[in-house]
């Protein structure tokens, strides 16, 4: 089985090649810092979608540091720029989860409930059926609920994920109230004894006023049929859609009590960077990443093997 940081590796290869690739030809054969050369790798990192703000501290941090230690070989632009990537992530909500994944779950709660939204496409389902997986294999029994019951492929799709991870799933017909569906998912896990329950929602309905108050008629009901649930609530972030994931998540903030993140399709995009700030400004934790279709490329987010993956 590939390690962990190789793992990380291949997912962001796109975003590797994109940032220190260029960073590096950029750097080549330079012994003089100037302000070209710090502009030129200003734009790399706005490339990268390590947003503005992020962008220029590293540069002002960088400009600091060359007046005051000199400069002598590209090696050490490169070393500076990794440690000032790392130290944007420590002390970040994200750094306490190097596990995330058992890190979050209090199997002192049963059943424990998960919910998950995010903007159609974003990967719901898909990181769902991998979360299933996740937790299954590590001895937990687990429901699902199929509360996105806008469309019918959804529930289909989440039968699918569900067939494969080896878990049932509570469903309803097309059109069908999602927060019923919901309610009854979580009276059933309590009947059945099942340690996590993770709830399935829709990403688009005909206005987004709609989407909104049916998300949080379903975090209510999930309350009503069990006072401190839902007890984790996960908002998947395409990494493709780089900072205009901010503002999506800013909208989902205020009408549910986010407790994490999950950035997918990290490798299909070289704006990985965009996962160095999305937790520093939605306060937020990154709980998985996704690197990858399959069923083992959702993987707990750990920054340090984050920023390795991304200078190797
Ligand atoms: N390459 C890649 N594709 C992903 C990842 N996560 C989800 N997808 C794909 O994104 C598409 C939408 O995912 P889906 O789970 O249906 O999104 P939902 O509408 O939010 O439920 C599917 O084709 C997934 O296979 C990932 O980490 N990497
Ligand atoms: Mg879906």
């Given at each position: ?184 998912a979580l009276k059933a896990a309590i009947a059945r004894e099942v340690d996590v ?116």
């Amino acid at each position: 089985m590939a390690s962990i940081l190789e793992k990380f590796k291949k997912g962001l290869a796109k975003t590797r090649e994109g940032l220190f690739g260029e960073i590096t030809k950029l750097v080549k054969n330079k012994y003089t810092v100037d302000d070209e050369l710090l502009e030129q790798i200003e734009e790399v990192l706005i490339g990268a979608d390590l947003g503005v703000e992020t962008s220029l501290s590293v540069i002002e941090q960088l400009q600091n540091h060359v007046n005051r230690e000199g400069f002598n070989e590209p090696e050490e632009l490169t070393a500076f720029l990794k440690s000032e990537l790392i130290k944007h992530l420590t002390g970040s909500p994200g750094e306490e989860n190097g596990t995330a994944a058992t890190d979050f779950f209090n199997p002192t709660i049963k059943p424990f409930v998960v919910m998950v939204v995010g903007v159609n496409g974003t990967g719901k389902t898909t990181t769902i059926g991998k979360l299933a997986k996740i937790f299954h294999d590590n001895g937990q029994k687990v429901l699902l609920a199929a509360a996105d019951t806008f469309r019918a492929a959804a529930s289909e799709q989440l039968e699918i994920w569900a067939k494969r991870a080896g878990v049932d799933v509570v469903r309803t017909q097309a059109g069908g109230d999602p927060a019923a569906v919901a309610f009854d998912a979580l009276k059933a896990a309590i009947a059945r004894e099942v340690d996590v329950l993770i709830v399935d929602t829709a990403g688009r309905l005909h206005t987004k006023v709609n989407l909104m108050e049916e998300l949080k008629k379903i975090n209510r009901v999930l309350g009503k049929a069990m006072e401190t649930a839902p007890h984790e609530v996960l908002l998947t972030l395409d990494a493709s859609t780089g900072q205009n994931a901010l503002l999506q998540a800013k909208e989902f903030k205020e009408t549910v009590p986010l407790t994490g993140l999950v950035v997918t399709k990290l490798d299909g995009t070289a704006k990985g960077g965009m996962v160095l700030t999305v937790q520093s400004q939605l306060d937020l934790p990154v709980r998985f990443v996704g690197l990858g279709e399959s069923m083992d490329d959702l993987k707990p987010f750990d920054s340090k093997t984050f920023v390795e993956a991304l200078f190797q």
